[in-house]
């Protein structure tokens, strides 16, 4: 049986085929970097017009109270909690992955005084890395990397503590995130988990682990649309301590009393820090009631049988690349990726086919299979279309080795 007729009766028994129709992919184009930048579901521009036209256009000010502005961020928190293994009231949805990296980074070493180490691994997210940088440079933090066999045994007493990328984003592979929060935990330590190409990917259960904190990102699975805004997460147990440094008015115990001392709001509010992106929030909310009404264990467990089925393919076809994501589908999330010395214009050669993924430097080409828009017919035409830029040498051609800004 060729790829395509095996992918067309793979199609016909997905019980989530379905769902590609809630979302506009362009004719022509299969999108293999959902990861990066998710689908618009085709929802989003009507909730946008009636938010922009209605609430805001004939509603004014007025709409901060009468159209629920101002508990947005926690009701679409409250959405993605499921998502996550959160309660409702543990996740708010709030400025960008990288500024509540900020915020708990800092958060976390208040409550470790006398420890400054923030322990992570080499190769994670730059922005990660960075957000402990920016601490390290105002004598707050000690930033320590170690290889991932070596974090258990980084984990001194002065650690405050361990901060990773569940999913790692150029490999896709996956810590164990129960057995890290344990050693964590027992170093007297506390833990952040980045779960910006976890969440709504792969199943997590932060409170099941007894994870601290977690951060993630609105525009990759969620399907928030560009730039949206990110969540974060504080376990409960947590709240009534925690002192984020951005002490913005939203994050006010009482904003709208404008005393002129700060005082933290008790919940997970406390975590705003100014006035909120309503478009954003709205866009974001739409794809997260998706996602969650395809549920996260049937998205796994369909993006798990894509990835596997791309590798069939690519043997029928004879292609040998390097796979450096994890060759078992349960030790990675919803991605594979690739290693040439070419990945970058063979990369471009695809998208010129029609085929987007992405290139991450210095040699990884990326492909994401985001599972609640794909099909396996899909997957059958990218490994066909890849398998054919491999053999006709098309990657070759001058314009597909200009590098662009955005890889
Ligand atoms: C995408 C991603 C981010 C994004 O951070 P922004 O502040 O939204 O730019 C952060 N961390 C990881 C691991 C990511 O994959």
Redesign the pocket.
């Known amino acids: 049986m060729t790829p395509e007729a095996r992918a067309a009766e793979f199609d016909a028994a997905d019980p989530l085929s379905a769902y590609r129709d809630r979302f506009t992919l362009p004719e022509g184009v299969i999108y293999l970097d959902g990861n990066?930048l998710g689908a618009l579901p085709k929802a989003t521009p009507e909730v946008l017009r009636r938010v922009v036209e209605r609430e805001w256009g004939e509603g004014l000010i007025r709409s901060w109270n009468d159209a629920g502005w101002f508990a947005m961020a926690g009701r679409v928190g409250a959405k993605i909690a499921p998502l996550i293994g959160a309660a409702p009231d543990e996740v708010i949805a709030c400025d960008?992955?990288?500024?509540n990296?900020f915020k708990l980074i800092a958060a976390a070493l208040a409550m470790r005084p006398g420890r400054k180490v923030i322990l992570s691994e080499p190769g994670?997210?730059p922005?990660?890395l960075y957000m402990i940088a920016g601490l390290e440079a105002q004598g707050l933090a000690t930033r320590r990397l170690a290889e991932r066999e070596a974090l258990a045994d980084a984990l001194g007493d002065d650690v405050a503590l361990l901060l990773l990328?569940h999913v790692h984003?150029k490999t896709g592979a996956m810590h164990d995130m129960a057995a890290l929060t344990r050693a964590a935990h027992e170093a007297g330590a506390l833990v952040l988990w980045?779960l910006?190409?976890s969440t709504g990917a792969v199943p997590v259960d932060l409170n099941g682990v007894g994870a601290d904190f977690a951060?993630g990102?609105g525009?990759?699975y969620l399907c928030g649309g560009p730039?949206a805004p990110?969540f974060a997460f504080v376990a409960a147990r947590h709240q009534a301590e925690l002192r984020q440094p951005l002490t913005g008015w939203f994050g006010h115990a009482a904003p709208f009393a404008f005393s002129d001392d700060y005082a933290p709001a008790p919940g997970i509010e406390q975590l705003q820090c100014g006035t909120p992106p309503v478009l954003g929030l709205a866009a974001l909310e739409v794809g997260v009631e998706l996602i969650a009404e395809i549920g996260v264990g049937r998205l796994h467990q369909k993006s798990q049988a894509l990835s596997q089925f791309f590798l069939a393919c690519l043997a029928d076809h004879g292609v040998a690349l390097d796979c450096v994501s994890p060759a078992d589908s349960s030790a990675r999330g919803s991605q594979l990726s690739f290693r040439h010395t070419e990945a970058y214009a063979i990369c471009q050669a695809l998208i010129a086919r029609g085929v987007i993924g992405d290139f991450r430097d210095p040699d990884v080409l990326r492909l994401g299979f985001a599972p609640a828009y794909l099909s396996f017919a899909d997957i059958a035409a990218a490994a066909r279309h890849l398998a054919e830029v491999l053999a006709n040498g098309e990657w070759q051609n001058a314009v597909f080795r200009q590098r662009a800004a955005v890889t």
């Open positions: 990066s960008s992955t990288s500024v990296l994670n997210f922005t990660d990328t984003y980045d910006s190409h951060v990102c525009y990759k730039g990110a």
